[in-house]
């Protein structure tokens, strides 16, 4: 990849904002956080600056963060997208939300995808691209007949946690057999919820053996839209599908930093 020329003629890295979660400390201690794993992914697989991004309204605008950022990271998190924003009332299988995350990342995906600009979405990212985009989700896979229990397991250590599940099946010749090079992989399953009524422009390109949809693109979106419902963070600089990815999205934000670079400089 070309570095990008930033202030004053140095080398820059594209910047990727990470859209962080909301946590409390000890019950009590306010913090934004966006994984250090997804951190170590942007840097150093796909090649570019982390930003966390404190997903608060009150805080930043979609806007400034457009401006800002040349690609975004949309993280897993344990809050889910509220049901409101689909048209369902909340119910306990919900689980708990982050009405902030919600009010920065749908608009944001919306923009994104009318300006080209790249993001790449990881489990509850995954779901946020359907949501924005008009599609619903199944509070809990696991509830469903015939499913598996697609959830992180409550103990062990992290390698036990994240390590590989189940297979993925892609559309033959479709981006991710593309990408990838293989019609099923193997993914390391970690999430509760998942899609339900598919947003009109959102493509299924990979199914879970289950058939839970585990992997999306935008239909006719101008940038890099590809978003999974595995963990693809883990790991991500030796994994052989998580680092094709990375680097592929990689190249997509400096592909559009550079264009961005290309327009400052001829109205310069």
Request: charged share 20%.
């Amino acid at each position: 990849m070309t570095a990008v020329k930033g202030l004053h003629g140095r080398a820059a890295r594209p910047v990727v904002g990470i859209i962080g979660n909301s946590y409390l400390i000890n019950d009590s201690y306010p913090v934004h956080s966006g994984g250090q794993m997804n951190s170590s992914a942007v840097a150093e697989v796909a090649g570019c600056l982390p930003l966390i991004i404190p997903s608060d309204p009150r805080l930043v605008s979609v806007d400034e963060l457009l401006d800002l950022c040349d690609g975004f990271l949309l993280t897993g998190g344990r809050p889910n997208v509220h049901p409101s924003e689909y048209g369902e009332a909340e119910t306990p299988a919900h689980g708990a939300f982050d009405r902030s995350r919600d009010a920065i990342t749908l608009p944001l995906i919306r923009a994104c995808v009318d300006r080209g600009q790249p993001f790449l979405g990881i489990c509850r990212g995954f779901q946020e691209v359907n949501v924005a985009l008009g599609g619903t989700l199944h509070p809990e896979i696991r509830d469903l007949p015939g499913r598996m229990n697609h959830r992180m397991p409550p103990d062990g250590t992290l390698e036990e946690q994240f390590a590989l599940r189940h297979t993925v099946s892609f559309t033959e010749g479709g981006p991710f057999h593309r990408l990838l090079g293989a019609r099923e992989v193997l993914t390391n399953t970690l999430h509760g919820q998942g899609i339900a009524r598919p947003a009109p422009r959102v493509v299924i390109d990979g199914y879970a053996p289950d058939g839970t949809p585990e992997a999306i693109y935008v239909r006719e979106a101008p940038g890099f839209t590809m978003s999974v419902q595995w963990h693809p963070e883990w790991n991500a600089g030796n994994d052989p599908v998580s680092r094709p990815l990375f680097q592929a999205f990689g190249a997509a934000v400096f592909a559009w930093a550079a264009k961005g670079a290309s327009v400052a400089r001829r109205s310069a």
